[in-house]
Antibody, heavy 120, light 103 residues
């Protein structure tokens, strides 16, 4: 079975940094685009970033561009989100998601999410 | 940037009712529109991809249609387990969501 397990969330002060991880299993990780999607408390879903199968291409939303970096390690079946210069409005549950092949950016599998709280 | 709007923002219907949610894109997005269900405290799940394709394992009472700028998501016969928020999505943009509950 496909499993995505996020970790690394927690409480961080404004301006701080955090690295989220997503451990993938049950599928050939290196053959799928992967994304991070977040959801602020009581709010809707917001796509954050995605990365090509081999890590050679990445896209980031305008809201996080220059502060967050998505990356992956296919040898470790892991996806990462490096978050710097964190702000209060980055507070959210962060989900990793696998993109459905041949369907433009459809997120077919999701992890359970890891919460990030940015507060002093 | 493409904007996505959804209507209604919430609805209440009886078990067995037909429920329809619309999603409108600010420009032509062809068929590239997906629909998700999110139950409280859970991760979203993909129901429909590319406007009208039912994801594997999703009950057939769920359906989607449309192309260009106007899309429709339908639950043909609302069930108690369908209480959730539904989101449309095109690439990096999600709609604001529609909350569905039972009357």
């Amino acid at each position: 079975d496909v499993q995505l397990v996020e970790s690394g969330g927690g409480l961080v002060q404004p301006g701080g940094s955090l690295r989220l991880s997503c451990a993938a299993s049950g599928f050939t990780f290196s053959t799928y685009w992967m994304s991070w999607v977040r959801q602020a408390p009581g709010k809707g879903l917001e796509w954050v970033a995605n990365v090509k199968e081999d890590g050679s291409v990445t896209y980031h939303s305008d809201a996080v561009k220059g502060r967050f970096t998505i990356s992956r390690d296919n040898a470790k079946n892991s996806l990462y989100l490096h978050m710097n210069s964190l702000r209060a409005d980055d507070t959210a549950v962060y989900y990793c998601a696998r993109e459905r092949p041949a369907a433009a950016c459809a997120f077919e599998y999701w992890g359970q999410g890891t919460p990030v709280t940015v507060s002093s | 940037d493409i904007q996505m709007t959804q209507s209604p923002s919430s609805l209440s219907a009886s078990v067995g009712d037909r429920v329809t949610i619309t999603c409108q894109a600010s420009q032509d997005i062809s068929k590239y529109l997906n629909w998700y269900q999110q139950k409280p405290g859970k991760a979203p799940s993909l129901l429909i991809y590319d406007a009208s394709n039912l994801e594997t394992g999703v009950p057939s009472r769920f359906s989607g249609s449309g192309s260009g700028t106007d899309f429709t998501f339908t639950i043909s016969s609302l069930q108690p387990e369908d209480v959730a928020t539904y989101y449309c999505q095109q690439y990096g943009t999600f709609g604001p969501g529609t909350t569905v509950d039972i009357k």
